[in-house]
């Protein structure tokens, strides 16, 4: 089942309304555009969108909206060789930043837990 959610309502056009896979889609792609980051969780990588499709990338991602504040929990796996902490902290902000710039929702936390460290051959 899809939550939507109230993003604009203007009483003299209209309103508009964004499915909670939406934005786990928005945050599934800004985690994977960051350097370091192998995968989402279930091997889905930013080069298999284009042949899997969109909904796909939002496996790996668990986005709550609650009263226009997002809270979203991503599982990735990293590359090998590059730092956990610093990948981590430019996935959270490319994500944020994502997020909060496509839709306008506050987003008062990025959670990433790392499932798995990739050898650079296997992508």
Do not use: F, H, W
């Not at 909670?20 to 350097?35: C, F, H, N, S, Y």
């Not at 192998?38 to 909206?65: C, P, Q, R, W």
């Amino acid at each position: 089942m899809r939550d939507t959610y109230t993003i604009y309502d203007d009483q003299t056009i209209g309103k508009v309304q964004i499915a909670d896979e939406v934005v786990a889609i928005i945050a599934g792609l800004a985690a994977t555009e960051v350097e370091g980051v192998a995968s989402m969780a279930g091997n889905i990588t930013n080069e298999l969108v284009g042949k899997l499709g969109m909904k796909n990338l939002s496996k790996g991602v668990k986005v709550d909206v609650l009263e226009n504040v997002v809270c979203v929990n991503l599982n990735l796996n990293l590359e090998y060789g590059y730092s956990i902490p610093e990948t981590c902290k430019k996935v959270q902000e490319k994500v944020k930043t994502a997020i909060e710039n496509m839709t306008g929702l506050e987003v008062s936390d990025v959670n990433i837990s790392i499932a798995g460290v990739a050898l650079e051959e296997e992508k």
